[in-house]
Each structure stands twice: as C-alpha cells, then as structure tokens.
C-alpha cells in the first residue's frame, strides 16, 4: 500500500525560526516520485519541489531545502529564517511509476504559521 | 498566462440537487484530476483522465460523475447520490508522466443549503 505521513499537524514559529516539515512514505514501487506543494490561503496548491527515489541528492533553492533518506522514508522541508509569507499548508506527495497518470497520494498536510 | 481556471468559486446545492463545477485550463496538459479536501485533511483523487474521451476512478469516486470531452476541459457533477457533498473541490492538470508535477486551480467550495 502506498501511504504518506505527515505526523505535524499544525506547527507556529515566530519569523525568522528555522522550521522542519516532517515527511514519511511508504511504497513497495522502487521507483517512484516525491513532491511537496504549498497552499496559500487563497486555496491554490503550487508545486515546490520533485524528487525521484534514484536521487538521494538533497537541495537548495534560496531558504528553502530538502533532505530525502532512502534509509528512513523521508522526505523533509527545512524553511530557513521562516517568513509571515510562508504561513500555508503544505503537502508532502508521493507518485508511482507503474501508471502513466501523474496519480499521487497526498499526506494530510502541515499548517504553518508564522508569527511576526 | 496559462493555467487552470475553475468557477464557481463558491457553489450551494439544495437538498437531492445536481451541480456541475467547471475546469478549464490552457496548459495543452493530457491528464486532468479532480480531487476533494475536507478541513484538516489531505487531498483525496476523486477521478482522473488520461487522454480525452478517457477517465478512471479515483479513490472516492461514488456520488460523483465527469466527462472529458475536450481537452482543455474536465467538469465534474456532483450528484444528489453524494450524501456528504460539502467540500473543497481542487481540480489539477499535468503533462502525462507519474514523473510530472500537478498544477491546480484555485478551487471550488461547495456547501448544502
């Protein structure tokens, strides 16, 4: 079964706090997708990052990074001096390679909020 | 500027009342998905179509209906059979691929009158 776990319900820090989106997954594909999205009060979910199981490679873009372990089937988002801007809820997703539709299941989200 | 457009934005039904929501999107993207939210919760797929004149089930797909008769559009009835139909309905396209990342409308908030 494939399965995503975003154990953080709801997290609040004060601007300017390093802050950790917690990801696990489960899947029994070897090869799959990892995505995270972030939804803006207005609704509309914007796509942030994709990470295939083959590249363990972490990333940076600007304040935002990502960790992916193979090891422990996660996929964390670490927001650097967090800003007001970055309040959302954000959505860890995980795709397969067996369908040809871009078919992912979502985690629950994690509602950020961050306090000036 | 392309991407996806999907009204109403607020939606009621009345009591045994079929509604149909809108989505639109210029992107030329080959698959199209319809997904509900409900308060706390993640997104569940409700269904998806591959190419046109195609569409499969999503997880949740009882009470709700679809067509793809075009490309660029995706509409989805919600049924008098959906029993709990208040819900945030996010409609979302991407290029063919499990690889391909969603791109997403703003969505639509359905409530019972």
């Known amino acids: 079964a494939q399965k995503v776990t975003q154990a953080q319900t709801e997290i609040s820090v004060v601007e300017k706090e390093d802050v950790t989106l917690d990801c696990v997954y489960e899947?029994?594909?070897?090869?799959?997708?990892l995505f995270w999205y972030k939804q803006p009060p207005s609704g509309e979910l914007v796509f942030l990052i994709r990470r295939n199981s083959f590249d363990e490679q972490n990333e940076i873009s600007g304040r935002y990074s990502w960790n992916f372990q193979k090891s422990t089937s996660s996929f964390n988002f670490t927001i650097t001096a967090s800003q007001v801007v970055d309040s959302a809820v954000y959505f860890c997703?995980?795709?397969?390679?067996?369908?040809?539709?871009?078919?992912?299941?979502f985690g629950d989200g994690t509602t950020l909020t961050v306090k000036p | 500027d392309g991407g996806i457009t999907q009204s109403p934005k607020y939606l009621f039904r009345k009591e045994g009342q079929n509604v149909t929501l809108s989505c639109e999107q210029n992107l030329n993207h080959d698959a199209m998905y319809w997904y509900r939210q409900d308060p706390g919760q993640g997104l569940r797929l409700i269904y998806y179509s591959q190419i046109v004149n195609d569409f499969q089930k999503g997880d949740i797909a009882e009470g709700y209906s679809v067509s793809r008769e075009k490309k660029e559009s995706f509409p989805l009835t919600v049924t008098s059979a959906q029993k709990n139909p208040t819900a945030f309905y996010l409609c979302?396209?991407?290029?063919?691929?499990?690889?391909?990342?969603?791109?997403f409308g703003d969505g639509t908030r359905l409530s019972i009158l």
């Open positions: 997703a995980l795709g397969f390679h067996n369908t040809n539709a871009g078919k992912s299941t």
């Open positions: 979302a396209s991407s290029t063919t691929g499990a690889n391909q990342p969603q791109h």
């Open positions: 899947t029994r594909d070897t090869t799959y997708y």
